[in-house]
């Protein structure tokens, strides 16, 4: 009883004959409470404060990007039924420099066939449907009131496609001979643009052109339009086949040698990796 009586208010006489005084004992535990009601107070009122502040600092962010100089990227940019992108933006007024958007400055996303895909909560990551049908997918999304589009390639599950960036692995010629350098960069493009470079550098390409793919027989040829180390002698028509491990096979071709621009032709068999 004497806990109960200590929480009650008691009366107090002061025995100089000032006033008297009111005074309230707590225990510990109705102490303990309520420090608990204080502290969660403070900690709600930090979280919608800190919350406050993020959203301030993101749209300040935001709007610091220009959509005239923004693009939204998907990697891989050629795909297939089933497969997951990831979905970025970039922020580039120049061609040395490039800084990130955070794709949470966007919204209003839109696809051109909402049945070809799902997103993720954030975004972030589009999976297209098992049941998607070949054909060209459009994102659309808004930033800073402008919108912004990116279009990527579906293809049939069994397609062959050389959309990307090579490294040569291997190469055999038919008579023995073997480039003193590997083509360590073979890129083929979604516009048809192709370009090859022995020993890469920033910009530099050693080969540039336009090529043309029949991905029923695999007949491929290269043109080249210039590059920084154009050779003689180059052989750019041939086969092309994605091997069962997924390599990149071209077979009779040629793409010169990268330390002799005058060396004589061949007819090899080129294997590159992703």
């Not at 025995?15 to 109705?30: E, I, K, L, R, Y």
């Not at 496609?161 to 960069?185: F, I, M």
């Not at 069962?244 to 060396?263: H, P, R, S, V």
Request: net charge negative; with cysteine.
């Amino acid at each position: 009883m004497a806990d109960i009586a200590s929480d009650r208010a008691k009366l107090h006489h002061n025995p100089d004959g000032g006033p008297m005084t009111h005074s309230v004992h707590m225990t510990s535990g109705a102490v303990f409470s309520a420090l608990l009601l204080v502290t969660a107070g403070c900690a709600g009122g930090q979280a919608a404060e800190n919350g406050t502040r993020r959203s301030a600092d993101l749209t300040r962010t935001c709007a610091a990007f220009d959509p005239a100089y923004v693009s939204l990227h998907t990697a891989p940019s050629v795909v297939r039924p089933g497969t997951e992108l990831t979905v970025s933006a970039v922020f580039q007024q120049n061609a040395w420099s490039a800084d990130t958007v955070p794709v949470a400055c966007f919204d209003d996303w839109t696809l051109s066939d909402p049945a070809a895909a799902q997103w993720s909560a954030d975004h972030s990551r589009l999976a297209v449907t098992q049941t998607a049908t070949p054909g060209t997918l459009s994102i659309t999304a808004r930033l800073n009131g402008s919108q912004i589009t990116r279009s990527l390639v579906i293809v049939a599950t069994d397609a062959v496609v050389l959309t990307g960036l090579w490294r040569q692995e291997s190469v055999t010629c038919e008579d023995g001979a073997r480039p003193s350098e590997p083509l360590r960069e073979l890129v083929f493009r979604e516009d048809g643009s192709w370009s090859g470079t022995f020993v890469p550098f920033e910009a530099r390409r050693d080969m540039v052109g336009q090529s043309a793919f029949e991905g029923t027989t695999g007949a491929l040829s290269l043109t080249t339009e210039g590059g920084n180390g154009l050779a003689a002698n180059l052989d750019l028509s041939g086969e092309a086949k994605i091997q069962a491990d997924g390599k990149l096979m071209l077979d009779g071709f040629w793409f010169g040698d990268g330390t002799n621009a005058t060396a004589a032709g061949h007819s090899c068999r080129y294997v590159f990796r992703s």
